[in-house]
């Protein structure tokens, strides 16, 4: 035992110190105490890492250590824990390993820049959120990180925050990304209805308690979280896009290792998956269509990150085709290949740019090879290496995942692979003559201001080179049967070798056959772009304009984002608009109206007030003014005035009585009166 | 002084004022501390509630009564249960952060922090009562404040002071005699519709206290004895529901809400949203889940329905406003569905999760509003294609903003997240329907609130604002990082809010689902 397995939480913990050193105090340091702070502590997690996977070889039986208690709530109890196993191990390596050569690269690539504590925080917490992603043992520590890379990654794509562009890349990103979370969520709670808990210890070992249907339906929800985060059909648009980003960023978030988290995710939940034939297909397929699809838009693209933006989405396609048919190691396999040398690639570029001024388009570039002899050398390696030419890392991946396919029983995915492969091949090689060879097409100014990048960006790029040479023989020989396969048995288990596979487990003719053909379309690719692009590169035009509805279709990606901006964003915008009038004239309006109803109301009792209330008020009191007034006259204050008027009155009196009364009704009114005295 | 902790919480604001009177403004500062003071001991005192109840024991703790008529029936009563706590402790933290947040006003800054003391005292007044009289004394109390926090220390919305038509702005429109961008409709609206919402829950106080036939408004007791009669609990759960829910505000009952929180100051939106609307579904459930069970399980499915209105109509609506304080009201009220779903699905973890979102709601929009207002100091607009960029001149703003925005649509780690969590999970067997729609309407939240961040901090900065400057580093910074380190705190370890929310769920969900066994065995009646 080199560590006890508690002290795994040093590796997230040394990048999370650095983002809060960074992030609290970060502007007030120099650029060399930021980088030191930011690449060390990554370097630091990756020498825990690799104590912990030593000691994992030695010990593959997985390991769970918790914090502490998450969320204690009742019936739903979290654990803040973490589960190590081989697989954990293998993503830590990738993580703290390519993600330090990463870091590394930054210090150069990032020099001078107004941001640069600001970026190193971000890529830190990316890297804890990753490291978190892949070490929870639990779905919802999982999602901790899953939500947590995206959020990084919307930050760095629009690091340089001034640019439109490159924010509305972040927010489309994570817009995207959220649509797949809802379906990861939602399998969440199938996942905890049906099990009362989120471990993965507990649905593992009782998934055998789940009907088909419940295990296709989780497992269903899961893979639309993967989609999203590893841009898969109908997904991937958000990647294409994210290349707005700082060229590291691309390597680490959008290469090597967040957009690899839906691999990483199925690939743990493949207990499940194996329950569910359906699911398994739908992962197949969506991986084999993905990975042709994108590499057809890759062949004409002209932007040398978006080339590689597409053949990413392309290769990861090759790892849920992997996932699809049972050979989950042979995913990851691949996933770590992939992350050497599309690391490698992405980084190469970047010092390409770095070195033309920030220019991205191959149409103005060539002939670089002269002046940047260094970063020609290491992007062929890692070209040839994703096309499949052996004896490099992509080969042997790649090779194994298309075999996967054939054997499975499934040759029209594995026709598709090889299709795949071989344009995969044919659009590196060109982006490696357009880039590096044939006539320099740049402006004079930038062909005499090109300078190969400084040693801090080409050590690790050199690393990452040694690794695409000899990664894949190292971990993956022989075939299905290298280190990374016996290490990765014990999570990936036996359900990996589809039934009627395991009698024809030594190499037979069928894989040498396979493997031929593997290296002759990947040869084929190479020899047709070497034939357009360097001998006569005139003939890349012709042939454009002669396929010109073909070229327009691919150039434009198939318009693919004006279908969505047609049929999902606009539509949802315009039922927002209709939100917002219907707020503002009926919401409102009805609120106003009863406001003013009220105020008519009120108004109408202010009229009824004042004419009819104070009107009766104000009638009674004219009457008697001008009953005064004419009273008045009579009170003059004269004694003879009142003699006449007590003659006058005493005369009407008795006028009246006489006038209404006759005797009879006189004698009873007497009458009566007298009966109260007399009776 | 433990025994009487309710009453410190309570009353600390109102000594505040009484001081306040004494204190001339020509004492900005001794003015300001005194209002800190007010605002901290119940902070610290909301704290040591949240750590010493008994979840254990349940129930109300850390009562008091005192009668205080006894021919009426009303005493007054306080106390608090697991659901009241994580408000009280979110009015006393806003409150406390709200007078940092206002520390630069300078108009009449004395009578500004009187009204916004008795503004949170107020709120706290309905978390902590146990007499309905009370309850309903206190709710009142805390409209009327806003009124005159609005009418005076408000801001006219939507452009007003930039229509360039004078005439037109200030005609004397039918409507309530206001244009209806000023802050002068939006004070009237306000208070009308709170009021108008609080008579319809009065009516239906006053039938309960006329025939439970207790001659009292102690809810305890109510609850214990009362007999209200069963064909009256229908048509009083509805009168309370949306009497109270109009504050909540549920859909449609919502339009007072987005011009209000606009109209405000920036600590009068925070409290506003971040408390004062909770009151609605504190009573609801204070009332009408305590007194009527029954009701309760045969009205919520109606909540089910409306909030998923709430929730999309909201979030679309928000989508498309120009001005930032309207984003983050119309926010609010989408937000505030999630609140509703949790409490309609009426099982322990949802309910336990509404409770907690509430809590982490007025953190986050707390944040967002406090931001909003800095923003409007600096640049003196809301109008957000006219603003950008200011992420270079306000680093630390801009920070904080992502935290706040973070925290609105739930990321783990933040107490957002919990909340949130467990409401859909809760939901999820009840109404499947609806927590997909409430997923998805949390990438909703994600659009509209990035388009704000896009159009207020990102992007190419307009010189016209180079004056701009970033948060000073007591005043400015504190009560933001108060309230970001409170919501990534409890999101890394709400144990504790877990086990006291819980204890005050439980016997509510329990007294309704033993309704629902109940009235199985006995048929309709």
Redesign the interface.
């Known amino acids: 035992m080199v560590i006890g397995v508690d002290f795994v939480w040093l590796i997230p913990a040394f990048p999370l110190l650095a983002v809060l050193i960074n ?1 609290l105090v970060g ?1 007030r340091l120099s650029e060399r105490a930021v980088s030191v702070t930011a690449v060390g502590s990554v370097g630091l997690s990756f020498l825990v890492a690799s104590a912990t996977l030593v000691q994992v070889i030695a010990d593959p039986a997985p390991a769970v250590t918790a914090l ?9 109890v979290v654990e803040f824990n973490a589960l190590i196993d081989p697989l954990t191990a293998v993503m830590m390596m990738v993580i703290t390993g390519v993600g330090f050569l990463i870091h590394a690269y930054s210090i150069g690539y990032m020099h001078g820049d107004s941001g640069y504590a ?1 970026y190193f925080t971000y890529l830190n917490l990316f890297t804890v959120s990753m490291l978190i992603l892949v070490m929870g043992g639990n779905y ?1 520590v999982m ?2 990180g899953w ?2 890379v995206g ?1 990084c990654s ?2 760095l794509i ?1 690091f340089w ?2 640019r ?1 562009s490159a ?2 890349a ?2 489309k990103a ?2 995207v990304n ?2 797949g ?2 379906g990861f ?2 399998g ?3 996942i ?2 049906r099990f009362g808990s989120l471990n993965y210890s507990d649905v593992f070992s009782r998934a055998g308690e789940l009907s088909t249907a419940t295990a296709t339906a989780i497992t269903l929800c899961l893979f639309i979280g993967a989609i999203g985060k590893s841009a898969q059909l109908p997904l991937y648009t958000w990647l294409p896009d994210a290349m707005e980003g700082p060229t590291p960023v691309s390597a680490l978030i959008h290469a090597a290792t967040m957009v690899t988290a839906g691999v990483y995710m199925v690939v743990r939940n493949h207990v499940l998956f194996d329950m569910a034939p359906l699911s398994l297909q739908t992962v197949a397929v969506i991986g084999a269509a993905t990975a042709l699809f994108s590499a057809t838009i890759g062949l004409v693209q002209y932007d040398i990150k978006r080339v590689l933006a597409y053949s990413t989405v392309s290769q990861l396609g090759y790892m849920f085709l992997a996932c699809g048919v049972g050979a989950y190691a042979s995913a990851i396999f691949h996933l770590v290949t992939h992350a050497f040398f599309k690391a490698l690639l992405f980084m190469s570029a970047g010092s390409v740019i770095h070195a033309m001024g920030g220019e991205q388009d191959m149409r103005k570039m060539g002939g670089l090879a002269k002046h940047l002899p260094k970063t020609a050398t290491v992007f062929i390696i890692g070209a040839i290496a994703i096309a499949g030419i052996p004896p490099l890392a992509g080969f042997w991946s790649k090779d194994e995942i298309l075999g996967a396919a054939f054997k499975h029983g499934a040759p029209v995915l594995w026709f598709m692979g090889l299709t795949a492969a071989a344009m995969t091949s044919f659009y590196m090689f060109r982006q490696v003559y357009m880039t590096f060879y044939g006539s320099a097409r740049m402006d004079h100014d930038v062909e005499h201001h090109l300078h190969e990048s400084p040693n801090v960006m080409i050590y690790p790029l050199i690393v990452l080179a040694a690794l695409s040479l000899l990664g894949g023989l190292l971990l993956g020989f022989p075939p299905e049967e290298g280190w990374i396969h016996r290490f990765l048995g014990p999570v990936t288990g036996a359900q990996a070798v589809p039934a009627g596979r395991q009698e024809a487990h030594a190499i037979g003719a069928i894989d040498y056959i396979l493997m031929g053909l593997s290296v002759a379309v990947a040869l084929a690719g190479w020899m047709t772009a070497r034939q357009i692009y360097l001998k006569k590169p005139e003939t890349a035009g012709a042939l454009a304009s002669r396929f010109a509805t073909a070229h327009s279709v691919l150039y434009n990606k198939y318009w693919v984002d004006e279908l969505y901006d047609a049929t999902v964003v606009e539509p ?2 315009g ?3 209709v ?2 009038r219907f ?1 503002d004239r009926i ?2 309006g ?3 109206a009863v ?2 109803l009220t ?1 008519a109301g009120a108004a109408l009792s202010t009229g009824f007030e004042k004419y009819m209330i104070y009107g009766l008020l104000n009638i009674t009191g004219y009457a008697n003014h001008i009953a005064a007034a004419i009273l008045r006259k009579i009170q003059s204050g004269q004694v003879h005035h009142y003699a006449a008027l007590l003659v006058i009155g005493i005369f009407i009196l008795v006028n009246l009585y006489l006038w209404f009364f006759d005797n009879t009704t006189v004698a009873l009114l007497l009458s009566r009166l007298s009966l109260n005295g007399g009776n | 002084m433990t025994d009487h902790i309710l009453s410190i919480i309570l009353f600390a604001p109102f000594v505040g004022v009484v001081l306040l009177l004494f204190i001339p403004n020509e004492k900005p500062l001794l003015v300001r501390t005194v209002a800190v003071i007010a605002g901290l001991v119940p902070t610290l005192a909301s704290f040591y509630l949240l750590y010493h109840y008994d979840s254990a024991a349940g129930g109300y703790q850390f009562t008091e009564q005192y009668v205080w008529s006894k021919d009426l029936g009303i005493s007054f009563f306080l106390g608090v249960d697991g659901i009241s706590i994580p408000l009280v402790l979110a009015s006393s933290i806003l409150l406390f952060t709200g007078v940092f947040i206002s520390w630069h006003i300078e108009d009449r800054a004395k009578e500004f922090y009187a009204f916004l003391l008795i503004l949170a005292a107020a709120t706290i007044g309905v978390y902590v009562s146990l007499d309905l009289f009370f309850l309903y004394f206190f709710y009142e109390m805390s409209v009327l404040p806003m009124y005159v926090l609005l009418g005076i220390w408000g801001s006219h919305t939507k452009g007003y002071l930039e229509m360039a038509d004078k005439q037109k702005r200030d005609s004397v429109g ?4 206001f244009g ?1 961008n000023s802050k002068e409709y939006a004070a009237m ?1 306000l208070t ?2 709170l009021s108008a919402g609080a008579v319809v829950a009065l009516i239906a106080i006053l039938i309960i206290y006329a025939t439970s036939g207790l001659h009292t408004f102690n809810i305890v007791e109510l609850q214990a004895h009362g007999h209200v009669p069963k064909h009256l609990h229908d048509i009083l759960f509805l009168l309370i529901f949306f009497g109270f829910a109009s504050i909540a505000p549920i859909w ?1 009952l ?3 809400s987005p011009v209000g929180h606009a109209a405000a100051p920036a600590a009068v939106s925070m409290l506003h949203a971040g408390v004062l609307m909770k009151l609605g579904h504190f009573s609801i459930i204070r009332v009408g889940y305590t007194l009527f069970p029954e009701a309760t399980r045969e009205w919520m499915p109606l909540a089910a329905i409306l909030c998923i209105f709430s929730i999309v ?1 909201g979030g ?2 928000a ?3 120009r001005d930032t304080k309207y984003v983050i009201g119309y926010s609010s009220s989408s937000h505030m569905g999630y609140v509703f779903l949790g409490m309609a699905s009426l099982n ?2 949802s309910m ?1 999760g509404a409770v907690l979102y509430m809590f982490a709601h007025a953190l986050a929009t707390g944040m967002l509003f406090a931001i909003a207002g800095y923003v409007y100091d600096q640049t003196h607009t809301r109008d957000i294609p006219s603003l950008g ?1 200011l ?2 001149k306000m ?1 630390f703003i801009a ?1 904080i903003f ?1 935290v706040a925005v ?1 925290a609105s649509f739930g ?3 933040t107490v957002n997240f ?1 909340g949130e ?2 409401i ?2 809760g939901s ?2 009840i109404y499947p329907v609806q ?2 729609i409430a ?2 309407g ?2 909703l939240t ?2 509209y609130l ?2 704000m961040m ?1 159009g207020v ?5 307009d010189p016209h604002y180079a004056h701009v400057h970033d948060a000073s580093p007591f005043v400015d910074r504190l009560p933001l990082l108060v309230m970001a380190a409170t919501s990534i705190y409890f999101g ?4 504790q809010f ?2 006291v929310i ?1 204890a005050g769920v ?1 016997p509510l969900i329990a007294a309704i689902e033993g309704a629902q066994q109940l009235s199985q065995i006995g048929g309709p009646f």
Do not use: C
Not at chain 2, 457 to 461: A, C, H, L, R
Not at chain 2, 492 to 495: I, K, V
């Open positions: 992030g502007h502490f208690t998450w969320i204690p709530g009742g019936d739903l600001r919802l999602f901790i939500e947590g959020l919307y930050l629009g925050y001034e439109t924010i509305k972040g927010t994570f817009v959220r649509i979370d809802a969520l939602v969440l709670f199938l905890f209805a949802s915008k039922l927002g608009r939100a917002n707020d919401i409102d009805i609120v106003n406001g003013n105020q | 039918f409507i309530f005699n209806s609206k009308l519709f449609p919502h339009s007072w109509y679309l609506v989508y498309f406003q322990v973890i336990t960029g992420s270079a680093p920070g992502i973070a990321l783990p780690l919990i969590l467990m859909l999970v999820w067997n927590t997909i997923v998805l949390i990438g994600l659009a990035f388009r896009r901090f990102y992007g190419p900065m890394l370890f709400p144990s877990i086990h819980q439980t």
